[in-house]
Structures are given as structure tokens and as C-alpha cells.
């Protein structure tokens, strides 16, 4: 199997043993001593910490307001909802002994947060002047999980959770579609990836919801990756927790609850959305560092040229941008190396030769340019528009990747084929047996039905009934 001087399999030759290692390898991410945790490095948690003020920022613009809740639930809780407990019974991990002695009642490590905010909702709500109730919690969860892998699938991982109640379904409805868009969004402008929303079929539901809507992207080998659902959940947990209020004819109403959530597995995602056989790609929005400056050091002019990529930083910070000046002892080709294995969209390298001439050397992460040399004192300006035309550059890339390996098919062998190298849209009959049929068969499963999707009838792609859905789906296997 190749693999580079840094020990990381080509992309090409693995694709899972090319993230497994890569994530390793350029700092992101490293195991945790417990199975399936994970140690989010500095690197890592950056990203992350970039994603989430701006993830926390629209959410709040839309009058969503921060809260905290325990990380330990009564099991009793889970079991008010039957589906949901069902649903997340086997990741399950249960406190039974604490302070010494066994407890009266197990405690769940949360594996999400429904139940113990529709307790506390229960209690805050009594009229309907106190809807709509518009909460979100940043927190970490815990689902055990037998095939852990970093970001995608662990043992505990971090996210923020919507939690919404409102008056009636049309509102709760309009809530479930809000966090979808915020969650597009987000996913297409700052993290670069191209994603469709859709609707989950009764398969793929959340545990206890009425419908699911989903976004859904293909990464670098064909597959996809659900990046953020929305779940609007009926009176299903008004029920359970008794979230009632009064209405203004004095009615005792259940109220209509929502929940959405996003989470660290969107940093898998931009790993897989945009890395190749030399490294990470980042999006400029979510790059720690956007430009890495490495200053070409030798002998007395070493001092010299320091100070003067130090001054350009300086300059391009005044700028907005995220400058990172690398003048440890290590040679400019090792620097370059890792640089380029941890993503960084633009280096600049600056000599003594350069600094004569009152120029750089520009490097981009991806594209055809290649180096080029550029006027120094021109940097601070240029340098936030390559920025933006890099970011425009990945989504549009993934774009074109993702529409290349879609095919519309109308026959088995033609799913087949499709599905072995990216998304199949098919139509298909909506029977829970048909589609574990496929799932054996392909290991692909219905990712969404498309919201954009055209109206379409006809037969079901595997057994020839009638089709449901009135649209295409989106089949694919999927992490």
C-alpha cells in the first residue's frame, strides 16, 4: 500500500485508512484512552471553535437563547417516550453505582437532550405567552458506539442541540425548517460543502420524531455524510413530559416540540470533503492559520528577514486575516511539508533574495497558479480576496465532484453501478423491507428525499411496486 514520507496512505490506494491516519497525522485529533473517545487537539478544536461562534452567532440572531442541562439522566426519563428509548437503547451508558453504594435509579449518560429539557420545559411553561420557547445547549454526548472512528462515529463527541417549543404545527414545522437552513448555511459557506437538504424516510427517522429533514453531502470516495438534522417531534414529548399551556381561549394544549442538532462529525466531513494524497484542505473561514508565512533563514540575514515576515503578519492581521509565522529550526522544505499536510489555503515564503527585490513567494494550497511571485507591499490588500476566491473555489470543486458521481437511474444494474461509486437517485416504493433489501445488497440506504427534488412518479428501482415519495432519492452508502 503507498504511502508518503510521513507515513499517511494515499488517498487513492485507501480512502479509510487515508482519514484514519491523516487526521492523526496533521494534529487534529488523537485517541482517548477509554474505546472510542477521542482528544480534540488545538488544531482540531480551532476549527471547530471556528465553526461553532458562527453557528452560535445565526442562532441566536434568530432569538434562540444559551442553556445548560445535566449530563446525567434518570433512565426513567428515556422510557416516557417509547420509540426514543427504543431507538437508543443499545448506545446507551448507564451510571449504576455512584458515592459508594448502587443508586435507586440508573442514570443515562446523555446521548441526547429531549427528555430532560421537556422536564424542565414542562415546568417553565404554563401559557401561551411563554411560547414560542426557543433553547440551545453546546454540550458533549455520549452513545457507545461499536465502530468508533475519529469525528465520525465516537464514543462521546461535541455539538449543539436546538430544543423548541411552540403553540401549534405550523410554527414548529416553519422552527424545524429554520435550523435546516441555518445548518446549510453554514455548511456551504463556511465549511465549503455542497450540501442537499431532504427528508428522511420513516427508516431513517429520529427516535421519536413526527419527520426528520437532514442535509447531506458526498465526500471525496462517493460516499455520503448526514451533516446536521432537524426533528420535528409532533406532540410526542408534550405528551410524555405533559409540555402543556394554556391557550387564549383558556384551552389546556400540548405544544408542538422541535429539536435539531450539528456536531464535531462536521470536521470529518471537511476532512473528507476536500483532502487529497498531500494533506487537508482547509476553507479559508475555518483555517486556524489562513496564511502561513515561512521566513527562508540563513546565516546573518536570518534576523533580518524574521522581523520582516513579522511585520507582514502584523500587516495582515490589520487585515482580518489569520497569520501564522513558522521560524522554528526546522529546514523551509520540512516546513513547507507540513504546512501543506495541515491544510493551511496560502503560503508565503520570504527570503532574503525576495526581500531585496521587495517581493514574495505566494503559494496556494490547491489550484493551478502554482507559485507565484508577488509584490510585497501589495500583500495585505490581495491576500482576503485570494482568501475568498479559494473558499468560492473548494465549494464550487466539491460542487462539480458531487455532480459528477450523481447519476439518475431506473434500473438495478444501473443502481448497482451507481451506487458503488457515488449517489444514486432512484425512485423507490418507501417499504422498510424493500429498503433493508438494498441495504444488503448495496450497503447503500435512502439518504433523503431531496426538498428541491422534481415531481415524479413510476416504479420502485428494486421491486417494481408503485413508487412513493413522489420524488427521487438519494441512495448511497454513507458513514
Known amino acids: 500500500m503507498a504511502r508518503d514520507e510521513r507515513g499517511v496512505t494515499a488517498q487513492s490506494e485507501d480512502f479509510s485508512s487515508w482519514y484514519n491516519e491523516l487526521v492523526l497525522a496533521s494534529g487534529l485529533v488523537d485517541r482517548g484512552p477509554a474505546k472510542g473517545t477521542m482528544v480534540i487537539r488545538p488544531y482540531g478544536y480551532r476549527i471547530w471553535e471556528l465553526l461553532q461562534a458562527e453557528l452560535d452567532r445565526r442562532i441566536k440572531e434568530t432569538g434562540h437563547e444559551n442553556a445548560y442541562f445535566p449530563l446525567l439522566i434518570p433512565q426513567s426519563y428515556l422510557e416516557r417516550e417509547a420509540d426514543h428509548v427504543e431507538g437508543f437503547a443499545p448506545e446507551l451508558a448507564v451510571v449504576t453505582h455512584a458515592g459508594g453504594k448502587d443508586l435507586e435509579e440508573p442514570l443515562v449518560v446523555r446521548p441526547t437532550s429531549e427528555t430532560i429539557i421537556g422536564e424542565m420545559m414542562a415546568k417553565w411553561i404554563s401559557s401561551h405567552r411563554d411560547l414560542p420557547m426557543l433553547l440551545n445547549q453546546w454540550a458533549n454526548v455520549v452513545r457507545w458506539e461499536m465502530r468508533p472512528r475519529m469525528f465520525l462515529r465516537t464514543t462521546e463527541f461535541l455539538w449543539q442541540e436546538g430544543h423548541t417549543a411552540h403553540v401549534d404545527e405550523p410554527q414548529a414545522r416553519a422552527e424545524m425548517g429554520l435550523a435546516l437552513d441555518i445548518y446549510a448555511t453554514v455548511a456551504r459557506e463556511w465549511a465549503a460543502m455542497p450540501v442537499v437538504p431532504g427528508e428522511k424516510t420513516p427508516g431513517e427517522r429520529f427516535a421519536g420524531a413526527v419527520e426528520t429533514i437532514t442535509i447531506e453531502s458526498m465526500m471525496r470516495d462517493g460516499k455520503a455524510l448526514q451533516a446536521g438534522t432537524s426533528h420535528y417531534m409532533g406532540t410526542n414529548f408534550a405528551q410524555a413530559f405533559g409540555i402543556r399551556y394554556a391557550a387564549a ?36 473561514r475555518l483555517a486556524p492559520h489562513q496564511v502561513v508565512i515561512v521566513p527562508i533563514m540563513r546565516g546573518e540575514t536570518a534576523a533580518t528577514v524574521v522581523a520582516a515576515a513579522d511585520e507582514l503578519a502584523r500587516k495582515l492581521r490589520a487585515a482580518g486575516v489569520r497569520v501564522h509565522v513558522d521560524d522554528r529550526d526546522q529546514t523551509p522544505g520540512w516546513k513547507f511539508n507540513e504546512w501543506e499536510m495541515r491544510g493551511v489555503p496560502i503560503r508565503i515564503e520570504l527570503g532574503p533574495r525576495d526581500l531585496a527585490a521587495g517581493t514574495a513567494v505566494l503559494v496556494r494550497r490547491l489550484g ?109 452508502r454513507a458513514y
Not at 400540548?254 to 435539531?260: N, R
Request: charged share 20%; proline share 6%; net charge negative.
Open 249 to 284: 381561549d383558556g384551552r389546556d394544549t400540548l405544544c408542538h416540540t422541535t429539536s435539531w442538532g450539528m456536531s464535531t462529525r462536521m470536521l470529518g466531513g471537511i476532512v473528507m470533503t476536500h483532502g487529497d494524497d498531500r494533506g487537508l484542505v482547509l476553507p479559508p
Open 368 to 476: 493551478e497558479q502554482g507559485k507565484q511571485t508577488v509584490e510585497l507591499a501589495g500583500l495585505p490588500a490581495t491576500v482576503p480576496g485570494i482568501l475568498a476566491d479559494f473558499q468560492a473555489y473548494l465549494l464550487q470543486r466539491a460542487t462539480d465532484f458531487r455532480d459528477e458521481h450523481t447519476r439518475t437511474v431506473d434500473d438495478w444494474a444501473s443502481f448497482e453501478a451507481a451506487v458503488a461509486a457515488g449517489w444514486a437517485l432512484a425512485l423507490h416504493c418507501g417499504q422498510p423491507n424493500c429498503e433493508d433489501d438494498i441495504k444488503a445488497l448495496t450497503a447503500a440506504t435512502p439518504r433523503c428525499v431531496p426538498l428541491s427534488g422534481t415531481a415524479e412518479s413510476g416504479q420502485c428501482v428494486r421491486c417494481a411496486a408503485p413508487a412513493a415519495y413522489g420524488k427521487r432519492l438519494i441512495f448511497s
